[in-house]
């Protein structure tokens, strides 16, 4: 499965980070880029962070900062094509092709692509936010009053390009698509500049939304939309965080809303969240109560839970059809859900022809705790595994879930908790 980060702040900022390196803290910037940069096997990275320009995207005579990729040689290695570990696993380096003008992001949507892509907008730390004449926190500025940098690709453009490097793979693509500069407005507490973040955020969503109705389908593709936290406190006027709160006034279309913020950091206020396809239907399951206002919430380390569980489906379907004797189309398990569960779960699959179905779980040291057979006739069918409460000899803990048919063997990862 091929995979990628495209953000409008940095490309080594704490979320690409935190999806391709691992460090101590997330400011360590140079040491994430190269770890990014010359040790992932990720294949597309795109972002801000270039060492050569300003954030007016002005070239720079001087103060060169290569921070954000990592350091001069590797910034060097880039441009001569020679930088890049193996991405594939054959033990070959796969280096980057860079591209850093904004004709080549638009030029990167369409056609042939190279195997691994690394796009430095020609901007220091935001394509947009920090640009120049950035008005005082609270202004009523409104978006646009002062012109966009005209040489860097807007986030709409970064992921339609990511996306016709990323869908050559036969097996699919994951890629994280951050608006971090939506962020960064919002604790600079300059709404203007928020709005213009989140028009592109928007475009760029529209944009993918429209490539899978034409390229995909629901039935195979999950897009989720959401956030990390909320920053700035963005209320109405006269409030008075956090006891008092007022919503924001509507002035009418075209005016700015009567708002203030009452923070410069992130605030521990609910945020949206939003999923459609494949495997959405997971997250309901992970509902941990309701906010009188807001109704209901999940914890923000659900969403990886669920893309991990959705990916170990995928790989066991795949290792089916390479190492099973018999025709997978024969048996195609779908998604287990929930996941974690307590006390039931259910199996979803579909059978070419009736037959028996044996049903197994395995804990960690391989030892079958469970086994049953059943009788299904073919077509659409489901099985639930119900291990209830006290009554049940089954510790909670991570078991791997068997399913086998006429030869053909599916196996996942499942999590019991009692």
Known sequence: MATGVITSVPISHATPAGFVAHNVSRSNYAAIAKQMITQSAIDVIMGAGHPLYSNDGIKLSSGFNYNYVGD?????????GTVGGDADGDNIADPWTLIQDKGDFQKMASGDAPKRVIGIAQVATTLQERRWLRPAGNSAEPPYKIPLNKNVPTL?????????????????????????????????????????????????????????????????????????????????????????????????????????????????????????????DQFASFVMAADPARGEYIDNITIPRVIFSLLDDVHSVVEAAVHSPAQ????????????????????????????????????????????????????????????????????????ILCLRYEGIQYTKKIAFLK
């Open 72 to 80: 001069s040689s590797i910034w060097n290695g880039l441009i001569a």
């Open 156 to 280: 709409e453009m970064m992921a339609n390009a990511a996306i016709n490097v990323l869908d050559d793979d036969p097996d699919g693509f994951f890629l994280m698509i951050e608006g971090g500069a939506v962020d960064w407005a919002n604790e600079d507490n300059v709404l203007g500049r928020m709005i213009e973040e989140m028009d592109d955020f928007n475009n760029t969503f529209v944009s993918v939304f429209a490539w899978i109705e034409a390229h995909s389908n629901w039935d195979e593709t999950l897009l989720i939309v959401t956030g990390d936290h909320e920053s700035g406190y963005l209320w109405g006027t006269d409030s008075q965080a956090p006891a008092t709160w007022n919503p924001i006034v509507h002035n009418g279309a075209g005016r700015m809303p009567g708002f203030r913020y009452y923070s410069t950091d992130h605030s521990n206020s609910l945020i949206p969240f939003h999923a459609k396809g494949l495997g959405s």
């Open 328 to 399: 997978p189309s024969l048996f195609k398990v779908g998604h287990v859900y929930p996941n974690p569960f307590n006390p039931t779960t259910t199996i979803p699959f579909t059978l070419a022809r009736a037959g028996m179905v044996t049903v197994e779980m395995y804990d960690v040291l391989g030892r079958r705790v469970l086994q049953r057979e059943h009788y299904f006739p073919a077509g659409e069918q489901t099985v639930s595994l119900t291990l209830t409460g006290h009554q049940s000899p089954i510790a909670s803990g991570t078991y």
